[in-house]
């Protein structure tokens, strides 16, 4: 395998790199810790590594150091495709090179290769009850799959620590292949109890494969998927889906176990879930006015929400402090090709309004709008809902699993690569900060 034989060749360097930084350079400090970080959630602690992606306040995510234009212009793509494929981001994440087309393809077949899911996965699904969330039965069937793992079954067997790296690739490798068919089964059991495993066509990549899966004919959405796949990949270490994946992972558990500890921290409204409430307040605006609202009205509209001490779903980024780039590509996407669709129009009115509106309230650092903002627009013009029939939401928050888990993955590569080790904070006790401050 070219992906295998390239991270290989890499991580001597890797080793030999980080080995020689804290032998050289493990006392410098590389910040300070208050104590309104200690009780704010550890904001800005400069406490994590990752080499996979940074979130910079004014540029937005790069991903191995490409900004997300970058790598739209970049990575491979078939002619007649206008966004390209997710294996090629997936080969760059694990190896910090831009693939060419074949790189990128061998990515693709080994995902077409590991894809079957075991029956046993779609039965566990099935016995879950009719109103369990789709994060909840995401999860389960990520944790189901790890009986399957190589890691663990390696590691019992006495697997050197300098191979950590490769088993915890082929976990990767087969668990993100399998991700579009439990997500597609997830929707379409939430909808006839009777479904059946999708069944996938091999003449298709990942993203276009589960489109396909999830019944939209429109070869649009495979190109939809594919953007959304790639800009939610992974946003640094820090955030609640990543970190808790990794500190999972720290423990040498296995990447089952490891994402679907991250899957729940995902599925948290403060976190993943902030993509159906930005849609809710959308569908809310509607709703009121039984139409695309003028500049005025959604001006009121959002005082009014304000005003009642609820947030504008969608604004705001604990780090950024311009338009989250991810937003802009998507809202480029809307108004290239379905302008007129009325949430989609409303969506980008909101943009037009709420910045002006939170930077005259005076409480926010950030006015702009993140990337939660606009992707539930952008499915639902699809017809791929969030919401089921007996009314557990939840499914986008799915979408954006199977994107973030792509990150979260070809990091646990490189922690296991560069023998990262258990993590383990030092507490403090209230008491302790109150002599400190005395002191």
């Given at each position: 395998m070219l992906?295998?034989?390239?991270?290989?060749?890499?991580?001597?360097?890797?080793?030999?790199?980080?080995?020689?930084?804290?032998?050289?350079?493990?006392?410098?400090?590389?910040?300070?810790?208050?104590?309104?970080?200690?009780?704010?959630?550890?904001?800005?602690?400069?406490?994590?590594?990752?080499?996979?992606?940074?979130?910079?306040?004014?540029?937005?995510?790069?991903?191995?150091?490409?900004?997300?234009?970058?790598?739209?212009?970049?990575?491979?793509?078939?002619?007649?495709?206008?966004?390209?494929?997710?294996?090629?981001?997936?080969?760059?994440?694990?190896?910090?090179?831009?693939?060419?087309?074949?790189?990128?393809?061998?990515?693709?077949?080994?995902?077409?290769?590991?894809?079957?899911?075991?029956?046993?996965?779609?039965?566990?699904?099935?016995?879950?009850?009719?109103?369990?969330?789709?994060?909840?039965?995401?999860?389960?069937?990520?944790?189901?799959?790890?009986?399957?793992?190589?890691?663990?079954?390696?590691?019992?067997?006495?697997?050197?620590?300098?191979?950590?790296?490769?088993a915890t690739l082929e976990d990767s490798l087969n668990l993100t292949a399998k991700l579009p068919a439990i997500a597609a089964f997830i929707y379409q059991l939430k909808r006839d109890p009777q479904a059946k495993p999708p069944q996938a066509d091999p003449g298709l990549d990942w993203s276009a494969n589960f489109?396909?899966?999830?019944?939209?004919?429109?070869?649009?959405?495979?190109?939809?998927?594919?953007?959304?796949?790639?800009?939610?990949?992974?946003?640094?270490?820090?955030?609640?889906?990543?970190?808790?994946?990794?500190?999972?992972?720290?423990?040498?558990?296995?990447?089952?176990?490891?994402?679907?500890?991250?899957?729940?921290?995902?599925?948290?409204?403060?976190?993943?879930?902030?993509?159906?409430?930005?849609?809710?307040?959308?569908?809310?605006?509607?709703?009121?006015?039984?139409?695309?609202p003028s500049l005025e009205e959604l001006r009121q509209f959002a005082y009014d929400t304000l005003n009642a001490g609820q947030v504008i779903p969608g604004y705001g980024h604990a780090v950024l402090r311009k338009t989250d780039p991810r937003f802009t590509v998507q809202l480029q996407f809307g108004k290239a090709h379905f302008p007129e669709d009325s949430v989609f129009k409303l969506a980008s009115l909101v943009y037009d309004v709420v910045p002006g509106v939170l930077r005259e309230q005076g409480k926010v650092k950030d006015p702009w709008p993140n990337v939660d903002a606009i992707s539930g627009a952008l499915q639902q013009h699809f017809g791929v809902q969030d919401c089921d029939p007996t009314g557990a939401c939840g499914f986008y928050t799915v979408l954006f699993g199977v994107s973030r888990v792509l990150g979260v993955s070809a990091n646990a590569v490189w922690a296991r690569a560069l023998n990262q080790p258990i993590e383990r904070p030092k507490s403090l006790t209230t008491a302790m900060l109150e002599k400190l401050v005395v002191q």
């Amino acid at each position: 395998m070219l992906l295998k034989e390239k991270i290989a060749v890499e991580i001597p360097v890797w080793r030999e790199r980080v080995k020689k930084l804290v032998a050289t350079g493990g006392d410098v400090k590389v910040g300070e810790v208050n104590i309104k970080q200690v009780y704010g959630g550890m904001r800005d602690v400069r406490g994590l590594v990752t080499d996979i992606s940074y979130v910079d306040p004014d540029e937005g995510i790069r991903l191995r150091g490409y900004t997300i234009d970058e790598l739209l212009l970049a990575l491979p793509k078939l002619e007649g495709d206008s966004i390209p494929f997710v294996g090629g981001l997936y080969y760059l994440l694990l190896t910090g090179e831009l693939p060419n087309l074949e790189q990128a393809l061998e990515v693709e077949q080994e995902w077409k290769a590991r894809s079957q899911v075991p029956e046993y996965v779609y039965q566990v699904l099935r016995a879950m009850p009719p109103q369990a969330s789709p994060m909840t039965m995401f999860s389960q069937a990520i944790l189901a799959l790890q009986s399957e793992s190589i890691f663990t079954r390696q590691y019992d067997e006495g697997l050197r620590k300098e191979a950590y790296w490769d088993a915890t690739l082929e976990d990767s490798l087969n668990l993100t292949a399998k991700l579009p068919a439990i997500a597609a089964f997830i929707y379409q059991l939430k909808r006839d109890p009777q479904a059946k495993p999708p069944q996938a066509d091999p003449g298709l990549d990942w993203s276009a494969n589960f489109a396909q899966m999830m019944g939209v004919p429109d070869r649009l959405y495979a190109d939809l998927c594919r953007l959304y796949f790639i800009i939610h990949s992974d946003h640094e270490s820090g955030n609640v889906s990543a970190h808790a994946t990794h500190l999972v992972g720290s423990a040498l558990s296995d990447v089952y176990y490891a994402a679907s500890a991250g899957m729940n921290g995902l599925a948290g409204p403060l976190h993943g879930r902030a993509n159906q409430e930005a849609l809710s307040w959308l569908e809310d605006i509607i709703q009121k006015y039984g139409h695309v609202p003028s500049l005025e009205e959604l001006r009121q509209f959002a005082y009014d929400t304000l005003n009642a001490g609820q947030v504008i779903p969608g604004y705001g980024h604990a780090v950024l402090r311009k338009t989250d780039p991810r937003f802009t590509v998507q809202l480029q996407f809307g108004k290239a090709h379905f302008p007129e669709d009325s949430v989609f129009k409303l969506a980008s009115l909101v943009y037009d309004v709420v910045p002006g509106v939170l930077r005259e309230q005076g409480k926010v650092k950030d006015p702009w709008p993140n990337v939660d903002a606009i992707s539930g627009a952008l499915q639902q013009h699809f017809g791929v809902q969030d919401c089921d029939p007996t009314g557990a939401c939840g499914f986008y928050t799915v979408l954006f699993g199977v994107s973030r888990v792509l990150g979260v993955s070809a990091n646990a590569v490189w922690a296991r690569a560069l023998n990262q080790p258990i993590e383990r904070p030092k507490s403090l006790t209230t008491a302790m900060l109150e002599k400190l401050v005395v002191q």
